[in-house]
């Protein structure tokens, strides 16, 4: 079991501080292009908004950040878009994790591994052990990861163990997701204007708030996720209940 009982039964509360962020960091190619650069500049620049995100979600005591790096579908790009993406990816990786171990960061990446270069998924599987242990911030980084993928790879794991199955349950199906390790993102932000989820994480994503920005990814810094979080905290989460039943509680 993974230990977080689902949001759809418990009401975490909007006025405290989020507890998981979960971020789609989208707009680098184009910020690229408004300044004449190839899109792969943009993702180079992506890196540097990432280091900010980290140390400013521990400034603020958040407990879960989780990037969506590379979608299942990003394999559709151009092959020399996708090959320094995936360069980019072990090079920080390998440049990164010492200082992620320095502080305290638990590092997990999650998503398919077998389309990788065995080069990376050593790398991953390296760094996750190192960090396994950290008590800090939980850095989770998705990489070649799909929504449905996850649910599909839950369900089916679990009737490998018991074949005979005659029911999956949502607490049963939870703790198979590739994320069983977290509770549900309390806040989702969107750089780059589009207003859409792109595969991201279906199962969890039921009763997050979501938080759409034009901003390109490259552009958005601390002062920018503050501002998420304020708007999170004039929401109200009522997770189908009325808000009178809320305030009276
Ligand atoms: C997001 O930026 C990064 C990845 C999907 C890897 P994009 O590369 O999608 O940038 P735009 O959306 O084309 O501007
Ligand atoms: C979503 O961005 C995936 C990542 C940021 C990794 P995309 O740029 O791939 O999304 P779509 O294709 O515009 O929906
Ligand atoms: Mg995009």
């Excluded at 993702?43 to 140390?55: F, P, Y």
């Excluded at 579908?73 to 072990?90: H, I």
């Excluded at 989702?188 to 589009?194: A, Q, S, V, W």
Aim: hydrophobic content about 40%; some cysteine.
């Amino acid at each position: 079991m993974s230990g977080f009982s689902s949001s759809t039964t418990s009401i975490p509360d909007a006025a405290k501080s989020p507890r998981h962020i979960a971020i789609i960091m989208d707009g680098n190619g184009r910020w690229a292009k408004k300044r004449f650069m190839p899109r792969v500049a943009g993702h180079k620049r992506g890196v540097d908004a990432v280091r900010e995100m980290v140390s400013t979600c521990i400034d603020l005591g958040v407990e879960y950040l989780t990037l969506f790096a590379f979608s299942s579908e990003n394999w559709r790009r151009p092959a020399d878009e996708v090959s320094f993406l995936m360069q980019l990816f072990l090079k920080a990786m390998e440049r990164e994790v010492v200082k992620l171990h320095e502080n305290n960061i638990r590092l997990k990446i999650v998503g398919r591994r077998d389309r990788f270069e065995p080069q990376i998924v050593e790398l991953i599987e390296q760094s996750e052990r190192k960090t396994a242990a950290n008590k800090g911030l939980t850095l989770t980084i998705a990489a070649d990861y799909g929504g449905r993928w996850d649910i599909l790879q839950a369900g089916n794991t679990l009737l490998a163990q018991n074949p005979l199955l005659g029911e999956i349950t949502e607490d049963m199906l939870a703790a198979h997701l590739a994320m069983s390790y977290a509770p549900e993102p309390d806040l989702f932000i969107r750089t780059g204007g589009e207003q859409r989820i792109s595969n991201f994480l279906l199962w969890q994503l039921a009763y997050t708030e979501l938080y759409f920005t034009e901003t390109l990814w490259p552009d958005f810094d601390a002062a920018m996720l503050k501002r998420a979080i304020d708007s999170f905290h004039q929401r109200e989460r009522r997770f189908g209940r009325t808000s009178e039943q809320l305030t009276d509680a």
